[in-house]
């Protein structure tokens, strides 16, 4: 699995460093000035529980801090998470995307490309980081920043998955995409709800139930479909969408006739059955 990234007074660093034998411990004083238990202080880790927060980093811009058991996470709003600029590009995603894209102007073909083992390794590294800002960005309802970072780890996923030398790299990624696109529905659906676009939102979702359906049957799972956590989670939130749209008269008139008729009301049924014939009239 690729490293968990922690911060250390705003840097930046992975927990799978290499042991060091030779490396000289820091003096009391050098430690305690680099101390982040002021950072902490009164933010409480809590188990089972994403904590995260925005804050203005020192260089006046905001920042996004996730809690973490042994300290925190601090990661940039925009472009890579930790801020650097891997080849000058925002992302190694988009200087790989640009290498392909030479390669088919020069060659007139993608044919040829191909990434390494270790390079399918940096890009599932680097979208660990797009990970952690993506889902502190959907606890601060920043739909938005979600769309686009899970459409931009979906596009490693499929980068890898077409252009990768080895087999296990082309793979290793597709068990976390219907996750991925989970969040990137609930978030591009979200965007539709806050402005009452009901009927759009349910379309989105809808139509991701469908993408993961495709997946599922692309391996063979078809029976996994209806097990996944994520296809439930979809299929939620769009029960919740549906309560949000508004009744349509003659279908709400059309319940009330069924119930008549059920009750044996027929004096009640036979006015609903006009009622529902002069809307329908008055609709033609």
Request: glycine share 6%.
């Amino acid at each position: 699995m690729p490293p968990t990234w922690v911060a250390t007074a705003g840097m930046v660093m992975s927990q799978e460093t290499e042991d060091n034998s030779e490396r000289k411990p820091r003096s009391e004083g050098k430690a305690s000035s680099k101390d982040i238990a002021p950072l902490l202080r009164g933010w409480d880790y809590e188990p089972g529980t994403i904590n995260v927060r925005k804050i203005n980093g020192a260089d006046g811009t905001p920042k996004l801090q996730m809690r973490l058991d042994l300290g925190l996470l601090q990661m940039e709003m925009t472009g890579r998470p930790d801020g650097t600029r891997p080849h000058g590009f925002d992302s190694l995603l988009e200087y790989f995307e640009s290498m392909l894209k030479e390669h088919e102007e020069k060659n007139g073909t993608e044919l040829g490309f191909h990434l390494t083992s270790a390079q399918c390794q940096s890009l599932r590294e680097e979208a660990v980081q797009y990970y952690h800002r993506y889902l502190s960005l959907f606890v601060l309802e920043d739909f938005p920043g979600v769309v686009r970072d899970t459409a931009r780890n979906l596009r490693v996923l499929d980068l890898c998955g077409k252009y990768a030398v080895e087999e296990q790299d082309r793979l290793v990624l597709e068990q976390y995409r219907p996750y991925i696109t989970m969040m990137n529905v609930r978030a591009a659906a979200s965007l539709l709800v806050d402005k009452k676009q009901y009927r759009e939102a349910l379309s989105v979702v809808d139509e991701g139930i469908e993408s993961l359906n495709d997946f599922f049957t692309r391996f063979g799972q078809e029976e996994a479909f209806s097990h996944s956590n994520e296809v439930r989670v979809l299929k939620r939130f769009a029960r919740e969408i549906r309560r949000k749209l508004p009744v349509d008269p003659i279908q709400k008139l059309q319940n009330q006739l069924e119930r008549a008729v059920k009750q044996e009301r027929y004096e009640d049924a036979a006015k609903l059955r006009d009622e529902i014939q002069r809307k329908s009239d008055q609709r033609a």
